[in-house]
């Protein structure tokens, strides 16, 4: 069972930038899917992004689609999340988790050993 935890959260103002990180133990991480969810305040958690275990594959929400790369360094056992254009209504609670099943998958369902999270706040 793989442990993640989140960092990188803050508040910024909107049209900046945040760099998450997502450091999981284990030594299975490249073997492992991974994705980005957040939960914005008052409102259920969305999937924001995923990659392929080896970094190469990814897919996007399109509300954050060419404003947001997801990335990984399977050497350091870690995933990222570069946000840039921040905009006020990304403000949430970011999420890291593995991809159990479906590659392709937006579904909450099939993603497991959620990390506690990160508060990004984006203020106007």
């Known amino acids: 069972q793989v442990q993640l935890v989140e960092s990188g959260g803050g508040l910024v103002q909107a049209g900046g930038s945040l760099r998450l990180s997502c450091a999981a133990s284990?030594?299975?991480?490249?073997?492992?899917?991974m994705g980005w969810f957040r939960q914005p305040p008052g409102k259920e958690r969305e999937f924001v992004a995923a990659?392929?275990?080896?970094?190469?594959?990814?897919y996007y929400a399109d509300s954050v689609k060419g404003r947001f790369t997801i990335s990984r360094d399977n050497a350091k056992n870690t995933m990222y999340l570069q946000m840039n254009s921040l905009k006020p209504e990304d403000t949430a609670v970011y999420y890291c988790?593995?991809?159990?099943?479906?590659?392709?998958?937006?579904?909450?369902?099939?993603?497991?050993?959620w990390g506690q999270g990160t508060q990004v706040t984006v203020s106007s």
């Open positions: 988790a593995v991809l159990n099943v479906g590659w392709g998958s937006r579904r909450e369902a099939d993603f497991g050993s």
């Open positions: 284990g030594r299975t991480f490249s073997s492992y899917d």
């Open positions: 990659i392929r275990r080896f970094g190469i594959f990814t």
